[in-house]
């Protein structure tokens, strides 16, 4: 069974059966000290995670956001309410200079 | 320059052409060099009179202003309005005006326009006689029409017709009584009469051709009650509204001894001077160098354009006679003749196309050489942009192609490339295919041409000689329109996203994830062309949040629902349930502006629970998360209503569960009224319906929101099944043209040929897609399943509804609400921007 996993301070952090996600959508995970993260999985089958607080209105709503990606092949997210887009990567937002979310590095184990 | 004095330009009339003679004195700089004096006998400044019917339409006169705001004080022209000019003394120089005041000139000139005729038949003058010039006239005749209930025109020219239609459209019972033998005598010929007459006659007017007027007869008390015609016999009629032809309004030059016609108008020479030359005279009030007065607005400009040339330019401008081309719609139908309509120059031919069923006639006149000469259109006039600037040449294909309808053989891409340059385009202002071409966007050839800014009818011609702006294409992926989107997935039977995005997107898009744009549009396209449930497979990633889980977003995380209700009818018991589940799951109720219930304030987990018990007591998914059909409103019609007319409700109630679930470029909302009170606000919907006395009206391209539209009118009288029909065909017809998050209304209005052509196509099959439409709509009919129910019974689907996928069970704490008003409200999150704009 492959997981997907998130690096945390305290180390590696276990989410959900990497099955779970669907290519192009996001998934909410609650994190050990009550923070939520975003985790998205794309067509390729590269896995990300974000803070899933939309920077914007305040309301943790970006793992319901659609994956997209720039002309350059740059992965994003468009929050599902005033749609300001997040660079998947570095968690920058390219509507606007001033937002930015957090970002966590990931990982797909497999454990037989 | 202390001592100079400015010369003075003095201007009587107010009307459509003297506004024109004002613009172009201005443009041509004379306001700074004279002094600008405007005398106007009406209570307001210049307005559209071609567009005063539209008055009853809802169009206020500000609306149809024609003196922009600031347009007086800009150029320092001083405007009297609601003082007429009484008489001229040319020897002093000087007007003077009712009020008594007397203004000198230096220039003057007459633009005071025309009068209706009314024939001298006894009781004219009774109360419930009426005109048709000015907003005045028609704001008399509105209010008096609330006590009557037939009205009779007389005279079937092209104002009869349309004050037989405002008639009609005031729910009068309406007639027509036209001496000469068919309608619009000087515009169309015998055919085209009789194919207008036919039309006209199935929209329930009566038309009286071949008779007079005898007499006006009046009740008791001195109102309207009938007429005698010619023929001796009467008809009852509350109200009547002379349109018999107008008269030039040539008093105050006869008074003051200019030379006028024998029949009327200021005599003017080819720059538009009277027998005085200080004295001009422009518009429908001046007898032209060509022996004719003009009853049009574009000869009215033209003169106008003239005598500015004449008094304040350098150019040589001459008036020596114009086109009587027209393109109008009369009562809903298309008429339009060009040229030599009456075929009147020796050795012509006529080229004609007549289909009685559909009220169609076509006849173009041709010379032995086959130079196009003239022509009439009824019915579908779509192709007169293109026929009028093409008379005097050869046309690039045989002409009897160019009459026949689209679909028939008629010419698939014949363009306006084809037209020489000097071609004129737009016959209201005069301006060439050559001085379009020379313009980079519609605004810019409006703004520097006039061009378009008239009747309008060229637009549509300019659009084509016009460079095309952005590449059109859905969004960054995609260099289609969504419309072409949705014709290479139905002709590819391409049945997913991905397989549309790599083969068929932008080069860099390809092999990529899409965007937020496309990813809705596709899958709405995909859902449209009955690809399965929409939270399955790869439809479940194009999806944004609301259709992934089936509610509406808002602001604070949670979601809220709206269970159907259709045709905004509900029992006590299904009320009672709605109850029991916000209560009982703590949501914010509230009843919508669509007739029915929202539910605010659930966490994505509480969804599958909350629809349990709602589809368990009867209700559906609302899809008003979708963009799919919304509501059909009702009001409560017959069953109730003194004074319904149809069973609206049921109507509704048929329509709303016939068309949910369908799936469109945008939201869909509909309302169904059951009398012309309209209390459901059809005309606000993008299909909207009013019942009859004969079974429904049928309005379509309505909107409220941003930018409201009032619908318009499709078909009338149509029985249930014709009603549904028209619908299907009309809904399938906008979902495979309409770009992405374009509703009804805009659909409509960019579309070429507009209601036309929709009509065309939906009423008259004239691109033969009926069937076709049909069928789908027939399977979506047939396909349809509730979302939720279909979503409950299949736990895979239900996995997705938790908050966190790796606390299935968890509520989402950051979802939280304080009390308002003894219900819920979100609270709000705090913004901690890392920095501000
Ligand atoms: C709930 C409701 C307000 C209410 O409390 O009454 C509402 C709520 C919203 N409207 Fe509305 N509209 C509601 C009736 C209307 C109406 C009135 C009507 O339908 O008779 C209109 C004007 C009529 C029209 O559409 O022509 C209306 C014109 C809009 C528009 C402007 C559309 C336009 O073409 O200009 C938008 C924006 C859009 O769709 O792009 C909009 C969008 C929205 C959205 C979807 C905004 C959003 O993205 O969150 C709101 C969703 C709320 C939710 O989650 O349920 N809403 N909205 C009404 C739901 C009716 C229903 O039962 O389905
Ligand atoms: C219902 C309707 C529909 C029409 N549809 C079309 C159409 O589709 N296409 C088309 O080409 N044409 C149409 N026309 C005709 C078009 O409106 C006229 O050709 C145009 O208005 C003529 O402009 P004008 O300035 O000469 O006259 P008007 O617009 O009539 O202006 C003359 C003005 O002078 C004022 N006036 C008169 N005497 C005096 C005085 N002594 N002192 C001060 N002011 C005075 C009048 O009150 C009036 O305001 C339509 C007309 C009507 C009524
Ligand atoms: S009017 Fe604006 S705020 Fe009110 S419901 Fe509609 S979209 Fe929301
Ligand atoms: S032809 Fe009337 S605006 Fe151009």
Redesign the interface.
């Known amino acids: 069974m492959t997981t997907v996993q998130l690096r945390l301070e305290g180390g590696w952090f276990?989410?959900?059966e990497a099955a779970?996600l669907?290519?192009?959508?996001g998934?909410?995970?609650?994190l050990p000290d009550?923070s939520?993260a975003a985790?998205f999985t794309?067509?390729r089958g590269r896995t990300y995670a974000i803070d899933n607080?939309d920077?914007?209105?305040?309301?943790?709503?970006l793992s319901?956001?659609?994956?997209?990606?720039t002309?350059e092949?740059r992965?994003y997210v468009?929050s599902?309410?005033l749609?300001h887009?997040f660079d998947l990567e570095t968690g920058a937002c390219l509507d606007?200079a001033?937002?930015?979310v957090g970002t966590y590095l990931t990982e797909r184990s497999s454990q037989f | 320059m202390p001592n100079e004095r400015l010369s003075t330009i003095v201007v009587v009339g107010h009307g459509m052409v003297g506004q024109r003679f004002l613009e172009a004195l201005a443009e041509r700089g004379a306001t700074g060099r004279a002094r600008v004096v405007v005398l106007g006998e009406e209570p307001r400044p210049a307005y559209d009179r071609v567009r005063l019917s539209s008055y009853f339409e809802g169009s206020t006169p500000d609306q149809l202003s024609l003196v922009p705001q600031d347009f007086m004080r800009r150029h320092g022209m001083e405007l009297h309005v609601d003082d007429p000019a009484e008489s001229i003394d040319r020897a002093a120089r000087t007007v003077t005006v009712r009020s008594g005041r007397t203004f000198a000139y230096d220039t003057l000139v007459l633009a005071t326009g025309s009068f209706p005729f009314v024939p001298p038949v006894p009781g004219k003058d009774l109360t419930g006689c009426f005109v048709y010039r000015t907003i005045e006239d028609l704001r008399a005749i509105e209010a008096y029409a609330k006590t009557a209930s037939t009205g009779t025109v007389v005279g079937g020219g092209l104002l009869g017709l349309e004050a037989a239609g405002a008639l009609n459209g005031l729910g009068l019972a309406t007639h027509i009584v036209e001496f000469a033998p068919r309608l619009m005598p000087v515009q169309v010929d015998e055919g085209g009469g009789a194919a207008l007459l036919r039309t006209i006659e199935n929209m329930g007017l009566t038309v009286h051709t071949g008779v007079g007027t005898r007499e006006i007869t009046a009740d008791g008390s001195g109102r309207v009650n009938g007429m005698t015609l010619s023929d001796s016999s009467h008809l009852s009629t509350d109200l009547v509204i002379f349109s018999a032809g107008i008269r030039p309004r040539d008093r105050l030059a006869r008074d003051c001894g200019l030379a006028v016609g024998e029949r009327g108008g200021i005599v003017i020479d080819e720059r538009c001077r009277t027998s005085d030359p200080a004295v001009f005279a422009v518009g429908e009030c001046a007898l032209a160098a060509d022996g004719r007065v003009y009853g049009l607005v574009a000869p009215g400009y033209d003169m106008a354009e003239t005598a500015a040339d004449a008094i304040a330019g350098d150019a040589q401008r001459t008036f020596t006679g114009a086109d009587l081309s027209t393109k109008l719609k009369l009562l809903g139908v298309d008429v339009a003749s060009f040229g030599d309509a009456h075929g009147s120059t020796g050795g012509c031919l006529d080229v004609v196309y007549a289909d009685s069923r559909s009220g169609v006639y076509k006849k173009l006149v041709v010379s032995g050489d086959g130079v196009l000469l003239g022509g009439v259109l009824v019915g579908d006039a779509d192709a007169y942009g293109m026929l009028r600037p093409l008379t005097g040449h050869v046309p690039p294909v045989a002409p009897e192609r160019l009459v026949l309808p689209a679909g028939l053989g008629a010419p698939a891409a014949f363009g306006p490339e084809s037209l020489p340059d000097d071609a004129v385009i737009c016959s209201c202002h005069n301006v060439t295919k050559g001085a379009i071409g020379a313009c980079a966007s519609l605004p810019e050839a409006k703004k520097r041409t006039k061009a378009g800014t008239g009747c309008g009818s060229c637009v549509r011609t300019i659009g084509m000689l016009l460079p095309e702006s952005g590449d059109g294409g859905l969004c960054g992926c995609f260099a289609q329109s969504r419309r072409e989107l949705y014709e290479i997935a139905l002709a590819l039977r391409i049945t997913t996203f991905t397989e549309l995005l790599d083969g068929h997107a932008r080069v860099w898009a390809r092999g990529g994830e899409g965007c937020e744009i496309c990813k809705p549009a596709v899958a709405s396209i995909l859902a449209g062309l009955g690809n399965g449930h929409i939270l399955d497979g790869e439809q479940a990633a194009l999806q944004d949040t609301n259709d992934h889980f089936l509610a509406n977003l808002q602001r604070n995380g949670s979601y809220s629902i709206v269970p159907r209700i259709p045709g905004g009818e509900i029992t006590p018991d299904k009320l009672i349930v709605i109850g029991e589940v916000a209560r009982d799951f703590g949501l914010y109720t509230k009843i919508t502006g669509g007739q029915r219930i929202d539910l605010f304030g659930a966490r994505v987990d509480q969804l599958p629970s909350i629809w349990t018990r709602l589809v368990q007591a009867g209700f559906e998914s609302g899809h008003a998360y979708g963009k799919s059909l919304r509501t059909v409103k009702s009001c409560v019609g017959q069953t109730w209503c003194r004074y319904g007319v149809q069973d609206s409700v049921r109507m509704a109630i048929d329509l709303e569960l016939r068309y949910r679930g369908l799936r469109s470029p945008h939201k869909l909302k509909s309302a169904v009224s059951g009398c012309a009170r309209e209390c459901a606000e059809a005309q606000s919907k993008d299909f909207g319906v009013i019942a009859t006395a004969n079974g429904w009206n049928l309005y379509i391209g309505g909107n409220g929101g941003a930018a409201p539209r009032h619908a318009d009118l499709l078909a009338q009288d149509l029985t249930d099944t014709q009603l549904v029909r028209l619908i299907d065909r009309f809904l399938m017809f906008y979902i495979r043209t309409a770009d992405r998050l374009e509703r009804t209304s805009v659909w409509l209005e960019r579309l070429d040929g507009g209601l036309a052509h929709v009509r065309d196509v939906v009423v008259n099959d004239s691109l033969g897609i009926c069937a076709e439409l049909e069928a789908l709509m027939a399977a979506h009919v047939a396909g349809y399943r509730d979302e939720w129910a279909e979503t409950l019974d299949d736990p895979e689907r239900l996995a997705r509804f938790v908050s966190f996928v790796n606390a299935p069970g968890a509520p989402d704490p950051s979802v939280r609400f304080v009390p308002e008003r003894d219900q819920i409200k979100p609270e709000l999150p705090l913004l901690t921007l890392g920095a501000t704009r």
Do not use: E, H
Request: net charge positive; proline share 12%; aromatic share 2%.
């Open positions: 276990t989410i959900c779970l669907t290519p192009g959508r998934v909410a995970a609650l009550g939520q985790v794309d067509r607080r920077p914007s209105t305040g309301a943790y709503v319901r956001g659609l994956l997209g990606s002309p092949g992965p468009a599902p309410l749609k887009r606007d001033a937002l930015a």
